[in-house]
């Protein structure tokens, strides 16, 4: 079992449609959790950093952490074809310093 | 601020020649500093990390090595390339107080 399990998609979905992308980890001893954006052929770009359970809302963007069943997600609110791009989950424990990708969710806003 | 840099963007290289990818940080002192390889559809590859000067972890036995002359300067290297060596390479890191990871544009590489 990988440690991250992230859907690749591709998902596609109509411009103003709310998105929800998921990851599921398996260890536990993970204590924060991130999500990045990636456009293609660019370096991807830290959207969100949490360590608690619940939700971290900025902008159009929510994460919710759900460490009780080791479940991640982010929510795009009011889709624009701008946010088309590949979407990663990472997750760590503090004092690693390795951490832990998802594959990423290839992500289609259609005007 | 903290940045990254990292070059070349793009390179085209003949079978059996060197590699030299570099990348800097800026803003901040004794960060980690990581290569990572993404191929399409197969996600980030950790290839080599470092925790200080001329202290490299290598995660995959390949073709390549790393090298930390500097607290914020890390390179991938190669004496001969491969077919296989082509993909997108990530310069990456973590500033030394925090937990975030933070990503260069990437260097795209193809083998010919």
């Known amino acids: 079992q990988k440690e991250v399990e992230q859907d690749p998609g591709p998902l596609s979905v109509p411009e103003g449609a709310i998105v929800s992308l998921n990851c599921t980890y398996s260890?536990?001893?993970?204590?924060?959790f991130m999500w990045y954006r990636q456009y293609s052929r660019k370096g991807p770009e830290l959207l969100m950093y949490?360590?608690?359970?619940g939700n971290k809302e900025d902008g159009r963007f929510t994460a919710q952490v759900d460490k009780s069943s080791k479940y991640i997600s982010l929510f795009i609110r009011d889709s624009q074809p701008s946010d088309s791009a590949t979407y990663l989950c990472v997750v760590n424990n503090f004092g690693n310093e390795k951490l832990t990708f998802g594959t990423g969710t290839r992500l289609t806003i259609i005007p | 601020s903290q940045t990254i840099h990292q070059w070349p963007a793009t390179l085209v290289q003949p079978v059996g020649s060197p590699l030299s990818l570099e990348c800097t940080v800026e803003?901040?002192?004794?960060?980690?500093l990581y290569w990572y390889r993404q191929a399409a559809g197969r996600g980030l590859q950790l290839l080599f990390y470092s925790v200080g000067i001329g202290q490299i972890s290598s995660e995959v036995p390949q073709n390549l090595s790393a090298s930390r002359p500097q607290d914020r300067q890390f390179i991938l290297s190669s004496k001969k390339l491969l077919l296989s060596d082509s993909g997108f390479y990530l310069c990456a890191y973590t500033p030394n107080s925090g937990n975030t990871i933070y990503f260069g544009e990437g260097s795209w590489l193809t083998v010919v």
């Open positions: 803003g901040t002192s004794n960060p980690n």
């Open positions: 260890n536990s001893a993970f204590q924060y």
């Open positions: 949490t360590y608690s359970s």
